[in-house]
């Protein structure tokens, strides 16, 4: 299925990418700015579709203050929610992190159809695929009459799946989470949108309890410095608005780009030269875990100075457990301890 050429689309508006920050509207060819610090939409095209349309472009790039016209507000994920009505009996997931959650409040049974890359729990393989997550069928979702989706605006992109939720009109909730705390309430809020609210509050008493230990076993130790790299080519990695920083941290160690604005960025060699992490972490996006390859980071060059290269502490996670905003995160944690020296995955030292 090809990427459709636009970059989102409301009932009455389809909307293109000019490059940077200028956008087209048609019909009638208005322009929009958008940028994370502002976003100006002329007043003759700006109805409520398209302002929940900029919204989400917004929280999709980790923002969480809008600014339309220069009257400038606060964001959240669930101010662009559509609840469902009724009880939920047919759900659909467009992000693996939203199957991921299902799966652990044991309502996987009630999937309908998920995105391509959806592979947990193992039940959701035989599940009808809608796509990638950034281009969604959202003819086929519709096809499947969902009485709930769950969405994301995890990565840059997404929001045209909300906006085309929103112009289908069916039900949906937007998880984007940030931080360790904004994916557990995510965990509450699908566990009491399908009935499992009491399952919900037992994940997160148990992801807590996995980070209060690594927390225990990390006192009064020095943190590692650690580069986590979500992309190799170009070299991309968590920036501020990353719930990354905090497993980091909870597991012994500290992001060298955490100050870094937005929820990921691009980097150069030179970048990774001044940072002089420790520790590398490889956790190439969608790459499964057996075909992660530290040796294309200890042998890029310009790395050879490094600390981490240096020393060998290349390391390869499992994607899946630090790129998903779900409920295996705190396990990511413990992988990231092991990794560290930290934990008692690493023998308890």
């Not at 955490?258 to 980097?267: F, L």
Request: with cysteine; proline share 7%.
């Amino acid at each position: 299925m090809a990427r459709p050429d636009f970059a989102f689309q409301t009932a009455t508006h389809t909307v293109y990418s000019e490059g940077g920050p200028v956008y087209r509207v048609d019909p009638g060819g208005a322009r929009l700015h958008l940028t994370l610090a502002e976003q100006s939409v002329p007043a003759a095209v700006l109805d409520a579709q398209l302002e929940r349309a900029v919204m989400a472009w917004v929280m999709a790039r980790g923002g969480r203050r809008l600014n339309l016209n220069g009257a400038a507000r606060p964001l959240a994920p669930a101010q662009l929610d559509r609840p469902a009505q009724g009880p939920v009996r047919r759900l659909v997931s467009i992000a693996p992190s939203n199957a991921e959650i299902a799966g652990a409040l044991e309502a996987a049974g009630l999937l309908a159809g998920v995105e391509s890359s959806s592979d947990f729990p193992p039940e959701v393989r035989a599940l009808p695929r809608l796509g990638p997550d950034l281009n969604v069928d959202l003819d086929a979702l519709e096809r499947l009459a969902p009485d709930l989706v769950l969405a994301s605006l995890s990565v840059p992109g997404m929001e045209r799946n909300v906006a085309g939720l929103e112009r289908l009109g069916r039900p949906y909730l937007v998880l984007a989470p940030q931080s360790v705390a904004e994916i557990c309430a995510d965990i509450l809020r699908v566990g009491a949108a399908l009935g499992r609210a009491e399952r919900a509050r037992a994940v997160v008493a148990r992801m807590d309890g996995q980070l209060a230990e690594l927390e225990r076993q990390r006192a009064g130790r020095a943190p590692v410095s650690v580069y986590l790299e979500w992309w190799p080519k170009p070299m991309f990695t968590p920036g501020a608005a990353c719930w990354t920083n905090e497993l980091i941290e909870r597991a012994g160690g500290v992001n060298v780009f955490r100050e870094r604005a937005g929820q990921s960025g691009e980097v150069q060699v030179e970048d990774v030269v001044r940072a002089d992490p420790e520790v590398i972490l490889v956790a190439w996006c969608g790459v499964p875990f057996g075909k992660l390859d530290v040796r294309r980071v200890l042998n890029r060059p310009g790395l050879e100075g490094v600390r981490a290269v240096r020393s060998g502490r290349v390391v390869a996670i499992d994607e899946s457990l630090l790129g998903r905003p779900g409920p295996r995160v705190s396990e990511g944690a413990l992988h990231i301890a092991r990794a560290l020296g930290r934990g008692a995955l690493s023998g308890g030292r």
